[in-house]
């Protein structure tokens, strides 16, 4: 039997990012993934190695790989058409559930209980750590439009940081504080 799992996972790269607004340049779910793995990973290491936290990064990061999976199946959702309201959050939870439970069908059942937890995010330790990098990817997103003058991206930048603020999390106020300023230089700035 052709298990077809793989094939979906590499078409990530043709599901767009940020469909509401005008980008300077755009950005798919396979590269955002890729981000938000690294990120999550430093966070995770920030919090084992700073803040004396029993911490996974290897693990926490590819959980982030396959964060948005099943996007692939139900494309990107805008963050403000998916949380609009508690009814239509709930039924994207519902339609996000069943396109999980597609992606794991297409796997050969030896390698299901693998990839289960990754599609699923069902350690709640590591979604937070995933969730914390997904939005610190699309604050860098935001801060990456401003710097190439896409004033579009100025409202969701400050709503971002925001959000992070108000995950109350000091490995994400540690990397601001002494990692995340970079994001705001220049090529030039950064050597």
Not at 83 to 101: F, G, I, M, T, W
Not at 133 to 144: H, M
Not at 153 to 170: G, I, P, R, S
Request: glycine share 4%; charged share 25%; net charge negative.
């Amino acid at each position: 039997m052709n298990h077809s799992f793989f094939a979906y996972i590499f078409r990530m790269r043709y599901i767009a990012r940020w469909a509401l607004m005008r980008n300077t340049r755009t950005e798919n779910v396979q590269e955002h993934s890729y981000e938000a793995a690294v990120l999550s990973h430093a966070l995770a290491v920030i919090g084992r190695d700073v803040f004396h936290k029993e911490l996974d990064p290897d693990k926490i990061a590819a959980a982030a790989l396959f964060h948005d999976a099943p996007e692939i199946i139900t494309g990107d959702m805008p963050t403000p058409i998916k949380y609009y309201n508690p009814s239509l959050k709930n039924a994207y939870r519902q339609v996000e559930a069943a396109a999980q439970d597609k992606l794991l069908s297409m796997l050969p059942p030896e390698l299901v209980p693998a990839y289960e937890p990754l599609v699923r995010e069902s350690d709640p330790a590591v979604a937070r750590y995933v969730k914390a990098a997904d939005k610190l990817s699309a604050y860098i997103k935001c801060v990456e439009e401003l710097k190439a003058g896409n004033a579009e991206f100025k409202k969701a930048a400050e709503q971002t940081l925001a959000a992070l603020k108000e995950m109350d999390m000091e490995e994400l106020e540690w990397f601001m504080e002494h990692l995340g300023g970079a994001f705001q230089l220049t090529l030039d700035e950064l050597g």
